[in-house]
């Protein structure tokens, strides 16, 4: 199932998505990894503007190995069948072995892309 992102508007992780998105670009990455102090979840681009990016994982209680009372609240998932750590080092393997990404109009008309900077206010 694939949600789409609304290209206008407020919502609360527009800035990190964006800022994540800007930095891929910016370095070839197709990959990224996106992280709070609370939750993370894996980014994958194509050139063309498309950005992917399932739900969040949230934050564990050592004890019971479930997520906390305030991940579950705020709707995050609980991995099922891996550890963090083993999925940063698969999501690594992979990155290395992609060759670089360069980013380029939908449907990949030559050209060239304009990321504008941000806005120094």
């Known amino acids: 199932m ?5 290209l206008a508007g407020e919502y609360p992780a527009r800035l990190g998505l964006e800022q994540l998105y800007g930095y891929m670009v910016r370095n070839s990455k197709e990959y990224g990894v996106l992280t709070t102090l609370r939750e993370w979840c894996f980014a994958r681009r194509e050139s063309g ?14 004890a019971s190995d479930g997520l906390t009372l305030g991940a579950a609240y705020e709707g995050y ?6 550890s963090i750590m083993q999925a940063l080092y698969y999501l690594s393997a992979i990155a290395e072995l992609t060759p670089n990404l360069d980013e380029r109009p939908i449907e990949g008309v030559p050209g060239q892309v304009e990321l504008p900077r941000a806005d120094p206010t």
């Open 77 to 82: 998932y609980a991995p099922q069948g891996f």
């Open 2 to 6: 694939c949600d789409l992102v609304p």
């Open 49 to 62: 503007g498309r950005f992917y990016i399932p739900p969040m994982f949230g934050e564990f209680d050592s």
